[in-house]
C-alpha cells in the first residue's frame, strides 16, 4: 500500500474521530431557564462526574492519559458552562456555553494530535484549530442574531405603542372637530367626552 493511500486512511480517520468527538461535545444550551436550586445541582453533578472521570484516568498512563483527562476536563467545563448559561438565560451567556464547547473540542483533539507525527500531526493540529476558530465564529454569530432579535422585539413594541398615541390622537383631534359644529353646553359636553374617551386632559 503506498504512503499517500496509507496517509489518506489516517486523515479519513481522524476526520471520523474529529466528528465523534464533536458530537460528543455538541452544544446542548437551551433558551429554558434554570433555577437557582437546578443550577447548584448541576454544578454538584459537575464536580461529582469530573471527579469520576478524573479517577478513572489515574489507570492510564502517557497520551492516552492525557486524553482521557482533556475529555475529563472538558465535560466539566461544558456541564458547568451549559448549566451557567440556562441559569443566566441570557444570549451573552449561551455564547459563553458555546464557546466552551468548542474549547472542549479543541482540547481533546489537541492530545489526540500528539499520537500522530509529521505532517499527519500537522494536519490534524491545523483542523483542530480550525474547529475552535470556526465554534467561536458560530457561538458569536448566534448571540448577535439573538440581540437583534431582541433588539427588533423592543424597537416594534415602541413602534406599535407610538404608532397607537399617534392613532388616538388623530381620533381626538377629529372627535373634537366634530364638536365644533355645536355650540354651548352641546359644544362643551362634547369636548368634555372627547377628552374623556381619549384621556386628555
Known amino acids: 500500500m503506498s504512503r499517500l493511500m496509507i496517509a489518506l486512511f489516517v486523515a479519513a480517520g ?6 465523534a468527538s ?4 455538541a452544544s446542548k444550551t437551551t433558551a429554558t431557564p434554570m433555577s437557582k436550586d437546578g443550577y447548584a445541582m448541576a454544578k454538584t453533578n459537575a ?4 471527579k469520576t472521570d478524573k479517577d478513572a484516568c489515574s489507570t492510564l498512563s502517557g497520551n492516552a492519559k492525557d486524553i482521557c483527562m482533556a475529555e475529563a476536563k472538558g ?3 461544558i456541564a458547568k458552562a451549559d448549566a451557567e448559561a440556562a441559569y443566566q438565560n441570557t444570549a451573552k451567556h449561551r455564547e459563553s456555553a458555546r464557546v466552551a464547547h468548542a474549547q472542549a473540542n479543541y482540547d481533546v483533539a489537541i492530545e489526540k494530535c500528539d499520537d500522530l507525527a509529521g505532517n499527519t500531526k500537522d494536519v490534524c493540529v491545523k483542523e483542530a484549530k480550525a474547529g475552535l476558530v470556526k465554534g467561536k465564529a458560530d457561538a ?3 448571540r448577535v442574531v439573538a440581540d437583534t432579535r ?3 422585539a423592543v424597537k416594534q413594541t415602541d413602534a406599535r405603542k407610538e404608532a397607537n398615541a399617534d392613532k388616538l390622537d388623530a381620533d381626538y ?3 373634537i372637530e366634530k364638536c365644533d359644529a355645536l355650540a354651548g353646553a352641546a359644544k362643551d359636553s362634547c369636548v368634555t367626552a372627547a377628552k374623556t374617551q381619549f384621556a386628555k386632559s
Do not use: E, N, P
Open 14 to 19: 481522524l476526520s471520523v474521530a474529529g466528528s
Open 22 to 25: 464533536a458530537q460528543m461535545y
Open 47 to 50: 464536580d461529582a462526574q469530573y
Open 75 to 77: 465535560k466539566d467545563t
Open 140 to 142: 458569536k454569530v448566534d
Open 150 to 152: 431582541k433588539d427588533a
Open 173 to 175: 383631534k377629529v372627535a
